[in-house]
């Protein structure tokens, strides 16, 4: 298929169905009747799977590979496991269709690398994640959300490449026509391609537009700076203040780095660009022998020896792994990209680009954070910039105060329930917060709501910074207070916003997300039998700070003075986001603490949330509570999750079952919240 001026259906359509019989049956070989595809098009059945996330189409053990050979492992992890090795590859299958939300989750390029690798060159779905659709668009594949294309695909019509670019900003459009990123950024680098000029005119704006404004890269060849306004819809290139990615991705984004400028290119303002051995960790304790005898770990260790190498020749910042200890187990990481980004980096009014979804997480510094893919990083190298369509702004006004028990998990859990955001409504757009309600937060508890935007589809998470978050920053970078007033970007009074909502943080309940993904949010009270667990997992960057800590502590405590701990038949875990998150819970007391209670400590590591380290799940049948972000199927292992806050994990822990803390801390006779 060329994309020179127009395209044909040459292979086989796949329907991703929620009938996994019609669905085995078209990867053996059998095509759908002309009546099943015409109801499957029209919305009359069967029904296109949603919410098909990059986890299950590359799994994370299959990120290990980054080059041809993701074709063969495309949608591995499809409703756990579903599609086996080969299958897609040697289907003939040259275009794809599912439902609503189709990529959500991580920002991983090995998804549609690996369905570009398997000869898929059309994907089609009810509705496309943001940072998967520009993924797709980076490499060549053809996305789109209109089903009369597919018909008329189906039907051997040519069409004109043209069609497939509706709807796209210009430089999208220009990136399509131009085969890809990197040969569209050397004609603009070059000067000779240039993006169509802002014309947007003054007006009131969000803190996103502000800092977009005030970031657009104006003249690229010269580097100039600054436009008088942006709006929704405006498309652009910004420049970057923080460039950022970890083991998973680095190797990628530097072969890519390398074929397209050659072994000898250079990064552009190095000291800005950070890298990260955080993901793959405590792989080997946790890795399959059947995944052992694929040669999977020497692959996984070579993505981390790849990325040394890669920091060393261009004199790059390394968080790097912890020596081990004696007895040859890791000790962790500095510190997982977010925690340290947080900590270390960020700041009031920058640019943040990390390759991890949850790169958003900064926004709680009132930064704009957020997530790209591997050939998006290898052109960022480059250019030190990244192309944005500037997003929608939903305003989510936080008024009151959260109810004992209740936490900003809660908050986001909640939210994330709303039909808004369960019907796909959210992608692409950003959740600003606002309102009192941020007042009465801790820094913590704020990077949390900051954190989770992603798993709305969201474009990033942001709020104004808060005296706490004023605090934080004083204490951990030195800074005083005036320069980081001076750093805060603010929304005009009278800026426009796409919705409202108001969420009154006294009504917030206990909520639990139930397993497949973390829109699944009900309140804990509406779980009417007792779900036993086999794991209790209190990890992650969204789960693994210090606030966390004090969450857990505060359950741990008050169940070691009633003699209770973790029952034989739960395996428990809280790990650390950071050594200096370590370090804080020692001084606290909470280590000591956290042991006696039988529960198993781990260094920094984004661990059993990209199923990678101790806390992951060997069988289906076993059940996790959990305090990380996502729970899509595969996510932590083979074995069904449960989403809740540090405090529902920690009393659940030693319940045994998933419970709600007030209840369980009544039962014990505690007398309430400390």
């Known amino acids: 298929m060329s994309l020179s001026q127009s395209v044909r259906l040459e292979g086989r359509v796949l329907f991703l169905t929620e009938d996994f019989e019609l669905l085995r049956k078209q990867i053996e070989g059998e095509d759908l009747g002309e009546e099943v595809v015409r109801d499957i098009i029209d919305g009359r059945g069967p029904k296109l799977m949603d919410n098909i996330s990059t986890d299950e189409i590359t799994p994370g ?7 041809q050979t993701l074709g063969q492992y495309a949608y591995v992890g499809l409703r756990g496991g579903r599609v086996q090795p080969g299958d897609i590859a040697g289907g003939g299958f040259q275009a794809i269709v599912s439902g609503q939300s189709k990529g959500c989750g991580s920002s991983r390029e090995q998804a549609p690398y690996s369905e570009f690798a398997a000869g898929i060159r059309f994907v089609f779905a009810r509705s496309i994640e943001k940072i998967y659709g520009q993924n797709c668009q980076n490499i060549g594949l053809l996305i789109s959300t209109d089903f009369e294309l ?31 990123l990197f040969a569209y950024n050397r004609k603009r680098l070059e000067g000779t391609l240039s993006p169509p000029p802002i014309q947007t005119r003054s007006r009131p704006m969000t803190m996103v537009e502000h800092i977009i404004a005030a970031h657009a890269v104006t ?8 436009v008088e306004a942006v709006r929704p819809g405006d498309a652009l290139f910004v420049r970057t203040d923080v460039r950022f990615s970890h083991e998973y991705v680095t190797p990628m984004a530097e072969a890519l780095f390398v074929e397209a400028l050659g072994k000898d290119a250079k990064i552009r ?3 800005s660009v950070f890298l990260f051995r955080d993901h793959l960790t405590f792989l080997d304790e946790v890795m399959s022998p059947k995944h052992r005898a694929m040669g999977l770990l020497e692959k996984a260790n070579h993505l981390a020896e790849a990325q040394n190498a890669f920091a060393r020749k261009h004199a790059l910042k390394l968080y790097g792994e912890l020596p081990r200890g004696a007895d040859g187990r890791s000790q962790g990481s500095e510190a997982i990209c977010h925690n340290a980004v947080l900590e270390e980096i960020a700041l009031p009014g920058q640019v943040v680009v990390g390759s991890d979804s949850h790169t958003c997480m900064a926004g709680a510094v009132g930064a704009l954070a957020f997530g790209i893919g591997a050939t998006d990083m290898a052109n960022a190298w480059l250019t030190q910039d990244v192309r944005v369509r500037v997003p929608e702004t939903l305003r989510i006004v936080l008024e009151g105060r959260l109810g004992e028990g209740v936490t900003a998990k809660d908050v986001m859990l909640h ?21 009192p309600g941020l007042e009465t937060l801790p820094m913590d508890e704020l990077a949390t709501l900051t954190n989770m935007a992603v798993e709305a589809g969201g474009f990033t998470g942001i709020l104004e910074p808060t005296e706490a978050v004023i605090a934080y920053l004083k204490e951990m970078r030195g800074l005083s207070e005036e320069a980081i007033r001076s750093r805060i970007v603010r929304s005009d009074p009278n800026a426009e916003y796409f919705e409202t909502f108001v969420v009154d943080l006294a009504k917030v309940p206990v ?6 993904d ?25 789960g693994g700070k210090r606030r966390d800590m004090d969450l857990y502590a505060m359950v741990i405590a008050k169940a070691l003075a009633r003699g209770r701990r973790v029952p034989p038949h739960v395996r428990a875990f809280i790990q650390f986001g950071s050594q200096r998150i370590r370090r804080y819970a020692e001084a606290k007391g909470y ?10 400590l781990l260094g920094p590591s984004c661990g059993s949330c990209i199923a990678a380290g101790p806390g992951v799940s060997t069988h289906p049948d076993e059940i996790t509570i959990s305090a990380i972000n996502r729970n899509f199927p595969g996510r932590s292992g083979p074995g069904r999750v449960y989403l809740a806050s540090p405090l529902t994990v920690a009393a659940s822990a030693i319940a045994g079952y998933i419970v709600d803390p007030r209840r369980f801390l009544e039962e014990l006779d505690c007398g309430g919240w400390v």
């Open 150 to 180: 597919l018909r008329r695909l189906l039907r051997k019509e040519a069409i004109p490449l043209e069609e497939f670019l509706h709807g796209l900003d210009p430089i999208s459009k220009e990136i399509v026509r131009a085969g890809g």
């Open 511 to 516: 909520m639990v997300a139930t397993p497949g």
């Open 415 to 435: 939210l994330l329930s709303q039909p808004f955001f369960r019907t796909a409504k959210g992608i692409g757009k950003v959740l600003e917060f606002q309102g």
């Open 591 to 600: 280590v000591a603490l956290f042991e006696a209670a039988g529960i198993q």
């Open 61 to 67: 053990w299959v990120c290990f590979h980054y080059d």
């Open 518 to 542: 973390p829109r699944n949010g009900v309140d804990i009270s509406e779980l009417k039998e007792q779900i036993p667990i086999n794991i209790a997992y209190g990890g992650s960057c969204t």
């Open 219 to 226: 003249d690229a060849k010269r580097g100039c700076l600054g």
């Open 269 to 271: 303002e190095p000291e």
